[in-house]
């Protein structure tokens, strides 16, 4: 639900609220144009400052002094009025304002998009709804950062969600600001709220009678200091039963223009004075250099309403079209989903068919959509993973949903997830335990999909048939982005004698022929993002860690040649020469810290990333790898490479460890010997990084939080912080 108040305003009110925040950007200028030409006035006071500018200005009306400091006068003239900046120190005008200019025209397209009243309601109303967006987006991305205390923190997601989060987090505050001050003032202008300004100090009843005093020597005048002054006005010339009207940001008053005294004062209530306070916020005048900032943070709408926009289109495009789903009433079985971007709709979709090929009547909905149905025998939930742990949007009301529900059906729970994320699954985790204490019946045992696994997918689906007793087959395609042809330049072989081949592969881009060649820039990445490759006769993208980074000129990936293995089989058979078509999927969530140590853990072909990163280190940087592999003779991949780099500098230490020799050392060992050097590196600031398998993480991961543990540090802790990554399979 919050998520829906978040992004529906913004779709509704996009086109709005980019004209209320480019138009309110560029009006942040004017007190700062301001401050720049205002002249110094310290120690003079209003007196003397009226008598000059009325000697060197003949029909003077009145004087206003802007809150950042110019001073300007409205003088009487045979084509009507104008109104001029003038010195304080002399009085004489020093230029003309920019009445009927740019800006004047920008702050009524601000204010009212040139609509009078009709106008100003819109806008005030957009203001109302850009208070909503910026609340429930700061909530939001405490929400996927886990916390408001990790909310600086780096932000994980790529693209369109990525450039969201890390424009908002800059902005937001700022936003909601600007917006719930526009509101208030919006407010104001109908007179929803009180602002004080309709409470004026009265007119004296009676002034004292003789020869006005020259303006310079009025004495309530005089005591008011000129950075106090907002405006003064002149009585009607040749009146003596008229008086001077002064107002500062306190209060307002009549001076006697005979006796010099000051005639019914009135001190501004307290609407007033918060008034004030917020036409300087919303404004900037007198506080330039917050509106400054105001103004700034409204130059991210247009960048926020376009990947917000770009972000729902996905997600809008992500979820399938469920051509069999059946009515809840009817259902002989309920699929309910918890998505964020929409992935987990398509396996729902799948799963979907082919229940329905057996004749089973399906009902697939929003976990948030939970009801009562009749004719179910069971429910299954399969739901992903937001933020650190959070519910998706499609679930994010389940939990007290479910609590409220009369009905109890058995449940089979199936979590998504991605397991280089520190809350692997950890919402469904959370599901699971909320199930179990509240004895819901599991028809299934809770299991995971890992990266969007056709082969973790359809081992549960197979599962799912078993106890149904129906042989279902999903067919499940894994959307596929568009792919660059790539031909292989060179390989190395290892691992022959282990039993183990492994090739390390470098491959270069194809440019397209013609002018396409010239227009297109190629994969963007870096050491570490995973190169996506679908082998003939598959269907399914196999992810291979990239050893290399744009800019070193060539994409490499080290691949083990599995049993079986239809995509690592081919690659390790291939010649150079040979072209192949891939994708790179962003992995910024597996990368070195800017600064302080690293250390970095791999075995096998899990050493690849860790090479690509070290060509991006600078040398002397506090390098350490510990590196698994069977034999030095056989397997020690990069071995040449690695070398150069302890002489170069790049890498302070290399610690192999290998299996099928004498000492048979595995890294986790290696880890456990270092526990000391390691302690001290993580005190240091430095951050662990795992590449390999699930096994070896496992076991690199209980040593770490052994050597952890005499300081009061965990792996856990390190996760939260970033400083402890995984890339496993």
Known sequence: MLRRLHSLPGLIFGLVLIVLASSGALLSLAPVMDRVQAPAVAGLNVAEVAARAAEANPGLTKL???????????????????TVIIDPATGKAIGATSTGGFLDWVKELHRSFFADMAGHAVSGISAGFMVLIAASGLFLLAMAMGGLRRITRRVRSTGSRGWHARVARLAAAGLFVSALTGSYMSLATFGVLNDGRAIEASFPDK??????????????????????????????????????????????????????????????????????????????????????????????????????AAIWWGRRRARPHLRHNARASVADLVILVGSEGGTTWGFAGSLLDALHKHGLKV??????????????????????????????????????????????????????????????????????????????????????????????FNAWVQELGNLLSLKLEPEHHANIPPTTELELISREDYGAQVQAPTAILRFKAVRKPGWRGYLTQGLRYQAGDLLGIVAPGSDLPRLYSLASSRRDGFIEIAVRKMPGGLCSGWLNDMEPGTRIKAFVRLNPAFRPQAKGPVIMIAAGTGVGPMVGFLRTLRRGRQAVLYFGARDPISDFLYEGYLRDCLLEGRLARLVPAFSRV??????????????????????RGGQVLVCGSIAMARAVADEVEAALAPIGLSVAGLRAEGRYLEDVY
Not at 73 to 81: E, I, M, Y
Not at 387 to 405: C, N, T, V, Y
Request: overall charge neutral; glycine content about 10%; some cysteine.
């Open 64 to 82: 206003h002094r802007s809150p950042n400091g110019t001073i300007s006068a409205s003088v009487k003239a045979k084509l009507g009025f104008q």
């Open 662 to 683: 004498r000492d048979r050392a595995y890294v986790q060992g290696r880890v456990r010997h270092d526990a000391a050097h390691l302690r001290d590196q993580i005190l």
């Open 207 to 308: 002034v004292a009678e003789g020869t006005a005093l020259p303006v310079n020597q009025l004495a309530a005048l005089q005591a008011i200091p000129l950075q106090n002054l907002r405006d003064l006005t002149f009585p009607a010339k040749g009146d003596p039963t008229d008086a001077f009207l002064v107002s500062t940001a306190t209060g307002e008053g009549y001076v006697d223009q005979v006796s010099g005294k000051m005639l019914n004062w009135m001190d501004y209530g307290l609407a007033r004075r918060v008034w004030e306070f917020i036409y300087m916020l919303h404004t900037g005048q007198g506080l330039w250099m917050i509106g400054l900032v105001l103004g700034l943070s409204a130059l991210s709408v247009p960048v926020l309403s376009v990947t917000g």
């Open 363 to 456: 009902h697939v909905a929003a976990m948030n959509d939970l009801q009562h149905y009749p004719q179910a025998g069971g429910m299954i939930l399969m739901t992903a993973t937001y933020g650190d742990g959070e519910a998706p949007s499609s679930a994010s009301r389940f939990i007290d949903k479910l609590a409220q529900s009369q009905q109890r059906l058995p449940i089979a729970l199936l979590a998504f997830g991605d397991r280089m994320f520190p809350a692997y699954c950890g919402y469904a985790e959370k599901l699971g335990r909320v199930l179990e204490e509240g004895g819901w019946q599991a028809f299934l045992p809770f299991a995971r999909v890992d990266r969007q696994s056709n082969a973790d």
